[in-house]
């Protein structure tokens, strides 16, 4: 498997970039279970788990303004740049917001009021011994339980074939329906594929990426 770097960037004036954002939302603990209040409407709310720099989320948020996107990042430079790139561009969607927080306190900011869950080449963590810290293990699928409006949808795309399997497996014995699987995403019937930073480098390079649609209905 062919593995690319992309390395971590410190961004100097971080604090100040995200201090004057005015999509990033600093008191996220503030809008559980009322983010509806935050959009000021009823739509669909879709999430995006380790957003990177935002090319997935911001493109999404501009193609489909009747749903509420909200990307989520840790690492302070990563969402500084995200928020460089996007409110430095001609349109600002109003239906994108952004949050930088730990994926581990997820509760602590949704309560049943998530559509959709996106995990665009998340940490695999591959020592057995980190397997609880992957994104689809078993202690974050039982948090995404209470953050779920009613019906669970997760969307996964990786370059990783070890934790696309370990995830398959979790999913299924979690309840989960594997609607749509797919080991070429870019060679598939997948339609209207947003691509993230990191998948355009992969796909460049010559690399498959793995791609599952999973539901879970109550």
């Not at 509806?36 to 009823?42: A, H, Q, R, S, V």
């Amino acid at each position: 498997m062919m593995v690319i770097f992309l390395r971590l960037r410190n961004v100097k004036n971080k604090k100040e970039i995200l201090s004057d954002s005015i999509l990033l939302i600093e008191n996220p603990e503030e809008y559980r279970g009322k983010w509806k209040e935050l959009f000021e409407n009823t739509n669909p709310i879709y999430i995006e788990i380790g957003m990177g720099k935002g090319n997935f989320i911001f493109e999404n948020a501009l193609k489909y303004p009747d749903i509420n996107f909200i990307g989520i990042e840790k690492y302070d430079s990563v969402i500084a740049r995200a928020v460089q790139k996007i409110e430095s561009g001609d349109t600002l969607p109003s239906n994108l917001k952004l949050i930088r927080m730990d994926a581990r306190n997820i509760e602590d900011v949704f309560y049943n009021e998530i559509d959709r869950i996106y995990l665009n080449f998340s940490d695999p963590w591959p020592k057995k011994r980190h397997s609880e810290r992957r994104l689809t293990s078993t202690t974050f699928l039982n948090k995404y339980d209470s953050i779920f409006k009613k019906d669970k949808e997760i969307v996964m795309k990786t370059d990783n074939i070890s934790l696309f399997s370990f995830s398959l497996e979790t999913l299924s014995q979690n309840g989960y329906i594997l609607c749509k699987v797919s080991l070429d995403l870019h060679n598939s019937d997948v339609l209207d594929n947003i691509m993230t930073e990191y998948e355009k480098k992969f796909v460049d390079n010559g690399q498959k990426i793995n791609y599952l649609v999973a539901k879970k209905t109550v």
